[in-house]
Structures are given as C-alpha cells and as structure tokens.
C-alpha cells in the first residue's frame, strides 16, 4: 500500500492543500485532464467517485460540496473511505476559509494547517495498518476436534481451564483479536493469552501474536 499523495481543488482548479507523501510525485500537468474528466462524471451522475489509473497511479477522485479531493496511490491501495473522511475533517476544519488557502498560505504554517496534516498522516497510517493486517494468516482451528467429547485436547484444555477455556477456543478462528475474544466472552485478557499460546503452542491452531 503506498500514498503518494492528497491533494484538494476548488472547482475552479485552485489548490486548496497539497502534499507528495512518496515518489512518483504527480506532475501538475495530470490535474487539469483529472479535474475535467470528474467534474464532467459528477454533473452527469449522483455518485461522487471516480477513479482512473494513469501510468501506474490510481487517482481516486471525490466531491464534497464542490470540492475536490484527490489521492494518487499504488493500482493496489483502496483508499476511498479515508478520503472522505480527510474532505469531511477539512471542509469542518476551515469551512468559510478557503479564500485563505492555496498560494495565499504557501511556506506559512498555521495551527489549523498543521492539525490537519496531522489528520491526513493519521488516515494514511490507519490504511496502512489495516493493510498488514489483512496479510497476516487467520488462526487455523479443527473444530472437530474440541467437539468430541472425547477428544485429548478437549479433556487437556478442561483440564488446564475449564470450560472457559473451551469457549476461548471455539471462537478463536478467524480474525477476532485477543482483546476482542476477552469482550465478547466478558472474560479477563490475561486468561485469553494463556489459552490461545497454550492451544498454539501444541500446534492445535496457528496464531499471530496481536
């Protein structure tokens, strides 16, 4: 997953906030071609979205309230829901401002400026975690083998934990965290550790450490 840059326009073209997070960085010629293209979609259409790929740069383009934010990425990165949420948090950030940003602004910080940056870093860093997560292998469970009654692990789980520890188990495949299985069982975490590493570490399931 890879950002390599947020920019916003008016419609009239005016750069409103622009910042190249990583090379490539976006020619400014490419704008004019990209504002034209979504302008002309979004007058003919409800939806507010468009996307294109352009020499290997996805353009995922929205409108909010005539104005335009535009994320360059990799063809890969999905990042349409935290450009809305960057155009909301801007748009309530500076509301009837506008006029003050762009060429007005240049080199200048401002403590609005810099909170807003600090929301955009945020977006791109909450994106990319959601990234590696999605990359990392689900705990693989044979549930078959705690539902007999009989089974060995079954009767050395019971033994070690009770039937909580059952319980812990049985809801272990899959992508919940160990904070989220402490919640939905109302169980203490510390309890929930002890039984996925002890599961885990006789290969009855795979984990990744949270």
Known sequence: MVVYGIYIKDHTGKTLFSKNFSEPSVPSSAFPSLMNAAMTIFSKNSEKSFQIVLSDIKFTIEEIIRILLIAATDVRTEFRNELLNIGTFFINTFKDKFFLLGDLLDGIVTPELEEFESFVTGE???????????????????????????????????????????????????????????????????????????????????????
């Open 124 to 210: 791109i860093g909450k994106s990319e975690r959601e990234e590696i997560l999605k990359k990392k292998p689900k705990r693989v469970l044979e549930i078959s083998r705690f539902l007999s009654p009989n089974a060995y692990e079954r009767k050395e789980i019971l033994k070690r934990f009770g039937n909580q520890g059952i319980d812990i188990v049985l809801i272990a495949d899959g992508n919940y965290r160990i904070k989220q299985i402490a919640n939905i069982l109302e169980l203490d975490q510390s309890l929930v550790e002890k039984v996925i590493n002890f599961t885990a570490s006789q290969k009855w399931i795979t984990f990744v450490a949270d």
